[in-house]
Structure formats: structure tokens, C-alpha cells
């Protein structure tokens, strides 16, 4: 499971590194808001293997199948989504990620969603390359928290 989490946020990664290449400042913009859209993307990627894998490994394979499916569609996931879809697994889950998880991991979670969301209905949205990374940074924080919480 490590190692699928790991390879999607590789993926990533990678993405912020082509900063340095882009010497326009509207094309930096656009680059803020794709980048934006992908890790928003992250966050669903990693919680689908987290949970399927789980199953996988801990029940019957119908099982597993049932829970690929039903998180399939688990979008625009708040930090209060991602806490309530921890619970409905475990409430353990569900209370180390309440005392896991940080403020500002949280609110980078929120961010990161609205202004997906503004950017996906051609809204303006206000992002920054720097903005997007800092949320980033707290976003990988969070998720390896998150894997850290369901493999214990």
C-alpha cells in the first residue's frame, strides 16, 4: 500500500519541480491552478488505495470489490468528509485523525477544494504557485498521516 501511495505522490512531486522552468507570470497562474486541480486529485487517489487496499488485505475479496466501488465516487473530500468516511471504517480512525491531523492541514485540505472548485467552474481563483506548494506541503503531511493511522 506504501508504495502506491508513494508513487501517487511522486507523481506530484515531479509536477512542482517544472516551476523553475516557467518564466512567465501568467503561465506561472495557470501552472498554480493545474497544479491545484492535481492535488485535489491526490487526495481522492490516496484515500481510494488507503481504504481499497485495506480491505484487500483484511477481507474477503467481495468485500474489497464493495469498497473500491462505494469510495470510487467519494469527491470533494473537507477534512470533516475525510473524518466522517475514517469513521464509517473505524472509530479509531475517525478520533486519531481528529488528533492527528493539524489546523492547517485542514485548512489546506479546504483550500485546495474551493479553489479547485472555482478554477473547474471558470471562476477566478486567487492561487499562487507558492500558495498551491504550501498547501501541498501540509496536503502530503496529512495523507501519510492518514496511512499511518489505518496501518496501525
Known sequence: ????????????D?????????INDEVRAYWAEYLCVRVAGLIEAVLRIILFYYAKNKSHENVARYVSKKVEGVTNL???KIENLLGDFSEVWQERYVQNITDSQKAAIGNIYINRNRVGHGRNSEL??????????????????????VEA
Open 128 to 149: 499562487s504557485y507558492y500558495r498551491v506548494k504550501e498547501y501541498y506541503k501540509e496536503i502530503k503531511g496529512a495523507l501519510l498521516a492518514i496511512l499511518k493511522i
Open 1 to 12: 500500500m506504501l508504495s502506491h501511495v508513494t508513487s501517487e505522490i511522486d507523481k506530484i
Open 78 to 80: 473537507n477534512s470533516e
Open 14 to 22: 515531479a509536477l512542482f519541480k517544472f516551476e523553475n522552468d516557467i
